[in-house]
T-cell receptor, first 109, second 115 residues
Framework: GIQVEQSPPDLILQEGANSTLRCNFS?????LQWFHQNPWGQLINLFY???GTKQNGRLSATTVATERYSLLYISSSQTTDSGVYFC???????????FGRGTSLIVHP | EAEVAQSPRYKITEKSQAVAFWCDPI?????LYWYRQILGQGPELLVQ????????DSQLPKDRFSAERLKGVDSTLKIQPAELGDSAMYLC?????????????FGPGTRLTVL
């Protein structure tokens, strides 16, 4: 099946810093979604972005499907951005989403 | 704002006991998913429903796990008997558009601890 690798695995920032999270996938994808899992375990939608670029406030995402990667940008990070960021994809004729192992982000005040 | 509801939020049980989790998706969402998330890993799909029918349960350990969505609305996931390795977060998600991996919305999850 498709492999999804996220980097970096861990990231520690000072409040106000910018960061880029990466999601690489081993095959062409039909769909891609970014999630934020807060410290209580809730998974929150960030972007549904099989291709192209989207922005929502301080967050933006870009997926370059032909090169098999997606990037999540966080600008002016806040302590509430702490948590784990996951990307999930589907590939081929499968509707089964495959998640990466996530990037754990800690933002210090 | 519509949300996916799950209960209980936390469950502690002893091995060999039966446990059940409940999920109520966002109203009108045809597709419902159950995931298991082991600490430090991403969620793994267990079963996917479209309305009341199972679309995929290839990752569901059928010797001990069962899932149903009898009226195509809320759903129950059961484990019998529970084993130590079942300790994990169980997440439910729903999406509006059936038949594809579309934008999913997750509930708060049930954290299961098996002693």
């Amino acid at each position: 099946g498709i492999q999804v690798e996220q980097s970096p695995p861990d990231l520690i920032l000072q409040e106000g810093a910018n960061s880029t999270l990466r999601c690489n996938f081993s095959d062409s994808v039909n769909n891609l979604q970014w999630f934020h899992q807060n410290p209580w375990g809730q998974l929150i939608n960030l972007f549904y972005i099989p291709s192209g670029t989207k922005q929502n406030g301080r967050l933006s995402a870009t997926t370059v499907a032909t090169e098999r990667y997606s990037l999540l940008y966080i600008s002016s990070s806040q302590t509430t951005d702490s948590g784990v960021y996951f990307c999930a994809v589907t590939s081929g004729g499968s509707y089964i989403p495959t998640f990466g192992r996530g990037t754990s982000l800690i933002v210090h005040p | 704002e519509a949300e996916v509801a799950q209960s209980p939020r936390y469950k502690i049980t002893e091995k060999s006991q039966a446990v059940a989790f409940w999920c109520d998706p966002i109203s009108g969402h045809a597709t419902l998913y159950w995931y298991r998330q082991i600490l430090g890993q991403g969620p793994e799909l267990l079963v996917q429903f479209q309305d009341e029918s199972v679309v995929d349960d290839s990752q569901l350990p059928k010797d001990r796990f069962s899932a149903e969505r009898l009226k195509g609305v809320d759903s129950t996931l059961k484990i019998q008997p529970a084993e130590l390795g079942d300790s994990a977060m169980y997440l439910c998600a729903s999406s509006l558009v059936p038949g594809t991996f579309n934008e999913q919305f997750f509930g708060p999850g049930t954290r299961l601890t098996v002693l």
